[in-house]
Structure formats: structure tokens, C-alpha cells
Nanobody, 124 residues
Framework: QVQVHESGGGTVQIGGSLTLSCSIS????????MGWFRQAPEKEREFVAA????????DYADSVKGRFTIYRASTKTTVHLQMNSLKPEDTAVYYC?????????????????WGQGVQVTVSS
């Protein structure tokens, strides 16, 4: 069974930075695209960023473009989400997910394994 493992959440001040990490077990990591989603209180889960299996193609939600960077580690066993210039509206539970295939998608239905989520809180 595929499992998704996230780490790196926490509390940071406005304008600060945080990096989330994600790995999977039970499946060949380099075969699949990976994505990050987030869910704020009383809001629906939304797409944040995704990266294809090779690491060559990324996609970002407009709300985070230019501030967040998704990348695969050189070993290609971990995906990171580097978050800079954080805003209060970035506060949410962040979920890492494994894509069903190698091509990225913004649709949550395109992912078939999810982590438990990590809390990111941006405070003043």
C-alpha cells in the first residue's frame, strides 16, 4: 500500500519562509508526478503546486506563483515545497499527494494517495 509522508509544517511570521517535504513508500517515487494541496478552515481543499515525475515541469496556483517553489531532491526520493513571503492567507493544512501517473494535474481526483497533512500557520 502506498503511503505519503509529509514533514516541515509549523508557525512562521508574515513574510517568512518554510519548506515542506514529502516522500512516498510502497511505489517507485520517480514514476509519479506529485502535488501539494491545502485546506484552510471552512474552505475547500485547493491546488497549490505540482511537479511531474522528471522534475522538469511544475505548475502553480496563481495565489502562490512567484512565492512558492516545488522541486524534487537530487536523489528524486523527496519532493519539497519551498514557501517564501508567506501571508496570513497561506495558513492552512497542507497535503502532499501522489499522482495517478507521471503528468501533473490540478484536479484532486487525479491523485490516489494522500498524506495526513501538516499545519502551516502564518502569524503577525
Amino acid at each position: 500500500q502506498v503511503q505519503v509522508h509529509e514533514s516541515g509544517g509549523g508557525t512562521v511570521q508574515i513574510g517568512g519562509s518554510l519548506t515542506l517535504s514529502c516522500s512516498i513508500s510502497g511505489a517507485p517515487f520517480s514514476t509519479y508526478a506529485m502535488g501539494w494541496f491545502r485546506q484552510a478552515p471552512e474552505k475547500e481543499r485547493e491546488f497549490v503546486a505540482a511537479i511531474d515525475n522528471s522534475g522538469d515541469t511544475q505548475d502553480y496556483a496563481d495565489s502562490v506563483k512567484g512565492r512558492f517553489t516545488i522541486y524534487r531532491a537530487s536523489t528524486k526520493t523527496t519532493v519539497h515545497l519551498q514557501m517564501n513571503s508567506l501571508k496570513p492567507e497561506d495558513t492552512a493544512v497542507y497535503y502532499c499527494a501522489k499522482d495517478r501517473g507521471s503528468v501533473i494535474t490540478r484536479r484532486s481526483r487525479g491523485y490516489d494517495a494522500w498524506g495526513q497533512g501538516v499545519q502551516v500557520t502564518v502569524s503577525s
